[in-house]
């Protein structure tokens, strides 16, 4: 980034007390006001709502379209690395770098509190820029920036956006089509997610030597006309697995599914 520039941003209300205490009642009853009531310190008004406003240096990165931060901010790119998320624990983030070393990093405490809708700022499949923590051991570091976001998959939690993944082209939604039973619905509910966060599907049926594949040409065909491509898969006895495989090939891939049809056996 060339020059600095400094830009207002709206930050997330003070991680303080709670404004009330929520247990008046019990205090009540256990103080009975027999001789002089409870402390009356407590604040009842709060600034609510409002929001607080901060001076920070980056750029307006909000296209309204993909979750994530409203501002870019700068980074020193000479102590700054890129690296990718692998997973996130907690507060905890796993980063590759381009060396394929592995840091621990915790997040940079200005990107937890910029307003935002989503439920943790990092996730998995970020491609971020951190600081590395020098001679330590084992690798640890700081995120400073998270870049822009690409295909995502998302889910909503209570008016929040819950990021499962970042910056995938393609999302292989994984069902068995017996034990566990073939759920469309599962289907159908990872489809909206991947068409909302703008992630091809790719439909996989896995487990098909335990029925009669004609069974299945009607949901195959029902996906087909949508433009789905639908891939019926065995693991166990590698029907379709190497078409499964060309279809992930050259591809960021995430595979979603139930817990049992047989994504780790793929
Ligand atoms: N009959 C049959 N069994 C399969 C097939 N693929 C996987 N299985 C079995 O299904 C079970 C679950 O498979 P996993 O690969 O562990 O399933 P998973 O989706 O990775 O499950 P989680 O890791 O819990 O999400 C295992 O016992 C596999 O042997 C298949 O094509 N046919
Ligand atoms: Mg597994």
Redesign the pocket.
């Known amino acids: 980034m060339a020059k600095k520039k400094k830009i207002r941003t709206d930050f997330r209300k003070n991680r303080g007390d709670r404004p009330r205490s929520s247990d008046w009642t019990r205090r009540y009853k256990d103080h009975g006001f027999e001789d002089e009531s409870p402390p009356q310190v407590e604040r009842i008004s709060g600034k609510g709502e409002l929001v607080r406003r901060r001076t920070v240096c980056g750029e307006q990165s909000d296209d309204g379209e993909t979750p994530g931060l409203s501002v870019h901010l700068d980074v020193d790119e000479t102590v700054c690395r890129p690296g990718r998320v692998l997973s996130v624990l907690g507060l905890l983030s796993m980063v590759e770098d381009s060396s394929g070393n592995v840091y621990r990093c915790a997040t940079r405490r200005l990107l937890k509190t910029i307003s935002t809708d989503q439920r943790h700022v990092v996730a998995a499949g970020d491609r971020v820029y951190f600081r590395p923590v020098d001679d330590s051991e084992p690798k640890e570091g700081m995120i400073e920036r998270i870049e822009p976001r690409y295909g995502c998959v998302c889910r909503a939690v209570r008016r929040r956006q819950h990021i499962i993944v970042a910056n995938v082209d393609q999302i292989a939604i994984?069902s068995?089509a017996a034990?566990p039973r073939f759920k469309p619905n599962l289907i159908d509910r990872l489809l909206l997610a991947a068409e909302k966060g703008g992630v091809r599907p790719l439909i996989c049926i896995?487990?098909?030597?335990?029925v009669d594949p004609a069974v299945l040409q009607p949901t195959v065909g029902v996906y087909g006309r949508m433009g789905y491509r639908v891939l019926l898969?065995?693991?166990?006895?590698g029907f379709g697995v190497e078409r499964f495989r060309q279809a992930l090939q050259g591809r960021e891939n995430v595979i979603a599914?139930?817990?049992?049809?047989?994504?780790?056996?793929?």
């Open positions: 994984v068995s034990e896995n487990k098909i030597d335990l898969l065995s693991a166990k006895t599914g139930q817990s049992g049809v047989g994504k780790s056996s793929l």
